[in-house]
């Protein structure tokens, strides 16, 4: 967890505003990078927050004490989103513990990178099953659970849109894909008053992908303000999409990625 989004976080909960008082969070790979940055900052903003981790439980107790000293409320729960199973039960899990469900946020997702010729079939499976599949079923339990007011917000990738450079085939495809996941819940949920957005990252300073690796450079050079963003950059407009201001925005693939995809 970056001193930015620690600092973003604390900034938001002494702001005075609670927008999201009395709602509940599921924030899936929130342990660490954007999920953790998303985590803090909707509870921040007054959510309770259910928050997923698959082999990081240390780091997800960090952003569950870091909430509960802002006297906020959070709780973790082991779950690999490559396991449908263990999706359901994430979902089931938030709503028995907070007694409701308003916002999911699907974050949790894996990146097989590499020449196409390279990638194996298990890495097809593994991918579209954690990126897509999961998404997917996270969603369609969810919507069991929202009322008039709820929201569904993806994560998905300036790849997504632009691929700039070789070696994205699967993890491109696999966050292309969450466009038409969302436009279609866009559509299916509206007439019950419910939310579907996505919000596509460029290049992000997390531990997966940070500011000082071998490729940032580049990465970097690609955007249109020549620099990385702060997972905070990202955990903002969740955070709007998830309270009022986002109450008109449906279907909508909204960029955070310093100029990547113009």
Not at 17 to 39: D, E, M, N, Q, Y
Request: glycine share 14%; hydrophobic share 45%.
């Amino acid at each position: 967890m970056t001193a930015a989004t620690t600092a973003t976080a604390t900034a938001a909960a002494g702001s005075g505003t609670r927008p999201l008082a009395g709602k509940v969070a599921l924030v899936t790979g929130g342990s660490r990078g954007i999920g953790a940055a998303t985590a803090l900052r909707l509870a921040a903003d007054g959510a309770a927050v259910a928050l997923t981790y698959r082999s990081r439980p240390d780091s997800a107790d960090q952003v569950v004490k870091e909430i509960e000293r802002a006297g906020g409320q959070a709780w973790a729960v082991r779950a690999d989103s490559g396991d449908a199973e263990e999706v359901w039960a994430s979902v089931a899990g938030t709503v028995e513990r907070f007694g409701r469900l308003d916002i999911l946020v699907n974050n949790a997702g894996v990146g097989v990178l590499g020449p196409f010729e390279t990638i194996s079939l298990d890495d097809v499976d593994r991918v579209l099953r954690t990126n897509v599949r999961a998404p997917f079923l996270a969603a369609q339990a969810a919507a069991a659970h929202l009322t008039e007011g709820g929201r569904i917000i993806s994560i998905g990738s300036c790849m997504a849109e632009r691929v700039a450079f070789p070696g994205g085939t699967l993890y491109a495809t696999s966050k292309a894909a969450l466009t038409g996941l969302t436009k279609t819940l866009a559509r299916e949920l509206g007439p019950r008053g419910i939310t579907a957005n996505l919000v596509h990252p460029g290049p992000i300073d997390t531990d997966m992908n940070p500011a000082d690796g071998e490729s940032a450079e580049m990465q970097a050079g690609l955007t249109a303000l020549g620099a990385y963003g702060q997972a905070s950059d990202v955990a903002a407009t969740v955070a709007h999409l998830a309270g009022d201001g986002g109450r008109y925005i449906t279907g909508a693939s909204i960029a955070v990625d310093g100029g990547f995809a113009v």
